[in-house]
């Protein structure tokens, strides 16, 4: 009976913080198997290695970022879809306003299609940089992407690679702008609004408008497309994201 008290008392005394120490790093080796450890954050990846994991969830990056460049690169891309659709500068509200009370609206709607339409012949060229950020991804990074938010792999890649994509897409933007004749909307609706009297000036940056607002689109898409390989099966296209996610 003395020896069951000493026993019981013994397992009730706090960790050494050493012991402790060692019992994190055992949990964090186990993980790095892909084993699940009560305390160690998350089931997923259970049974698999760490470059297995690795993988699996590059391959679910590569797919979302694929699916949202094919989703946004195209016609109607961002100009057909409320959730992206590229509205025109803040700085250029007062303009649009100013042109509906006498009759120009359609001034403003003309160069909102056409910035619209540039971002949507700018996007492809995003496709490369997020192939390469998702391939310099880290065993690391995986870890703490797989068992983290529906939108963690999506915050990873806007960290890494969302400068790149921006300062990528300006010349695309601006030679898109060109090609869509949004210059040219945009100037001769400005030469309608200075001829209202009283107006007061206004100015937008289109071009740094139109790729921030592209870049936001594209991420959008690719923590969509994240979220639902997370949630549902049927999204898991192969058999190492089945595992990985399943």
Not at 100 to 105: D, E, K, N, Y
């Amino acid at each position: 009976m003395k020896r069951r008290t000493i026993l019981l008392a013994a397992i009730a005394l706090p960790v050494p913080a050493q012991a402790q120490s060692l019992l994190d790093q055992g949990r964090n080796l186990l993980n790095q198997g892909g084993v699940s450890v009560p305390g160690a954050g998350g089931t997923r990846g259970r049974g698999l290695s760490a470059g297995e994991i690795a993988q699996g969830l590059k391959d679910a990056l590569e797919k979302g970022a694929a699916a949202a460049v094919a989703r946004l690169g195209r016609a109607d891309g961002f100009l057909g879809d409320a959730a992206v659709k590229i509205p025109l500068p803040d700085t250029l509200a007062r303009v649009q306003s100013a042109l509906q009370t006498v009759g120009l609206s359609g001034m403003a709607d003309d160069l909102q299609t056409r910035l619209n339409r540039a971002a949507e012949q700018a996007t492809p060229v995003a496709r490369d940089i997020f192939l390469r950020a998702i391939r310099a991804m880290t065993l690391s990074d995986a870890q703490g992407i797989l068992n983290g938010p529906n939108d963690a792999a999506t915050s990873y890649l806007r960290r890494t690679a969302g400068g790149d994509i921006g300062n990528l897409m300006r010349p695309p933007i601006d030679r898109a702008l060109q090609n869509v004749g949004a210059i040219q909307s945009y100037e001769k609706m400005m030469g309608a609004y200075r001829n209202i009297p009283g107006v007061p000036d206004a100015r937008g940056d289109l071009a740094d408008w139109t790729r921030d607002k592209g870049v936001d689109g594209i991420f959008h898409y690719v923590a969509r497309e994240e979220a639902d390989i997370r949630a549902n099966p049927a999204a898991r296209t192969t058999e190492l994201l089945r595992k990985v996610f399943g």
